[in-house]
């Protein structure tokens, strides 16, 4: 079975900066397309990145675009997310998700979400 474990997430300052990273296990990892999504208390879920299989092919949501870089080592079965200059609106749980297929597209489905790990910013 699949199990994706979120780590990295702490309390920081505004203007900080925190390494999420997600471990995969249960299947060929570089076979699939990986994203981060966060999700505040009573809201809605929302896409912050993606990467594909091989790492060759990116997106980013405009809200973290220049100031998040999602990466992945395949020899590692791992998923990062680098958040520079946060900001209190960066606050969230963020989830890792493993896509169903190598690439990336605007719409997708997802087999797999790890528990989420929190990241609080400080004003």
């Known amino acids: 079975q699949v199990q994706l474990v979120e780590s990295g997430g702490g309390l920081v300052q505004a203007g900080g900066s925190l390494r999420l990273s997600c471990a995969a296990s249960g299947r060929i990892f570089s076979n699939y397309a990986m994203d981060w999504f966060r999700q505040a208390p009573g809201k809605e879920r929302e896409f912050v990145a993606s990467?594909?299989?091989?790492?060759?092919?990116?997106i980013y949501a405009d809200s973290v675009k220049g100031r998040f870089t999602i990466s992945r080592d395949n020899a590692k079965d791992t998923l990062y997310l680098r958040m520079n200059s946060l900001k209190p609106e960066d606050t969230a749980v963020y989830y890792c998700a493993q896509r169903s297929t190598s690439y990336v597209s605007r719409t997708a489905n997802y087999d797999y979400w790890g528990q989420g790990t929190q990241v609080t910013v400080s004003s």
């Open positions: 990467i594909s299989g091989s790492g060759g092919s990116i």
